[in-house]
């Protein structure tokens, strides 16, 4: 089992580009997650995708969008890239979305703005 | 709003120690509880979870309890080894409406062990 993965790991962008990351959830999960980890903090929540449809969004501006395909994989779409984008973005895949779920982490793409 | 406070670290120990790395949050409803453990370059991993209240979570020698009167899910371990060096991050998750759910989580607490 390929757990979830992401790509790509690492990408430097210049501001006001846009950015694409993907990402395979674990065989068997149909929810995808997206998180932001800004250097020293916890992970904050952007999205949940589930059945192709965004299901919950977090605190994040509309720069931030993303979709998710039949085969359950994710993309995330930042646009008009601002300095403070700069994180670590991490995927976390699930088998449905309930409280108890567990959430799988990918090993993240290291976004870096200059 | 949901949050969860964490010490802030880091917490460095000798091998063999104990360790406790203490975990609060506040939620509106009835939230699960999680820890998941960052090591150096990597994604995230599930330590252990609790689901209700008096749970307790365990998993590769560490241990919380769902303490709900004291709104606590410490993390605990009798004896650290080094490569137990990591971030250990304490989360919740609660189902919102419409379905699914978020993960909210702490700051994080480093942990460094040394021989």
């Known amino acids: 089992d390929a757990g979830v993965t992401q790509s790509p790991t690492h990408l430097i962008k210049t501001r006001g580009q846009q950015v694409t990351l993907r990402c395979s959830p674990k065989?068997?999960?149909?929810?995808v997650s997206w998180y932001q980890q800004a250097l020293g903090q916890g992970p904050q929540f952007i999205f949940q995708y589930y059945e192709e449809e965004e299901r919950q969004r977090g605190n994040f501006p509309d720069r931030f969008s993303g979709h998710q395909f039949p085969n359950y994989s994710s993309e995330l779409n930042v646009n008009a890239l601002l300095l403070g984008d700069s994180a670590l973005y991490l995927c976390?895949?699930?088998?449905?979305?309930?409280?108890?779920?567990?959430?799988?982490f990918g090993q993240g793409t290291r976004l870096t703005v200059v | 709003g949901n949050s969860v406070t964490q010490m802030e670290g880091p917490v460095t120990l000798s091998e063999e120690a104990f360790l406790t790395i203490n975990c609060t949050y506040t939620a509106t409803g009835y939230p699960s509880l999680f820890w998941y453990v960052q090591y150096p370059g990597e994604g995230l991993q599930l330590l252990l979870k609790?689901?209700?209240?008096?749970d307790k979570g365990s998993n590769k020698g560490f241990e919380a309890t769902y303490r709900k009167e004291t709104t606590s899910f410490h993390l605990e371990k009798g004896s650290v080894q080094v490569s137990d060096s990591a971030v250990y991050f304490c989360a919740l998750s609660e189902g919102l409406t419409g379905g699914g759910n978020k993960l909210t989580f702490g700051t994080g607490t480093q942990l460094k062990v040394e021989l």
């Open positions: 065989s068997g999960h149909d929810t």
């Open positions: 976390a895949s699930s088998l449905g979305g309930g409280r108890g779920t567990e959430a799988f």
């Open positions: 609790a689901t209700k209240a008096d």
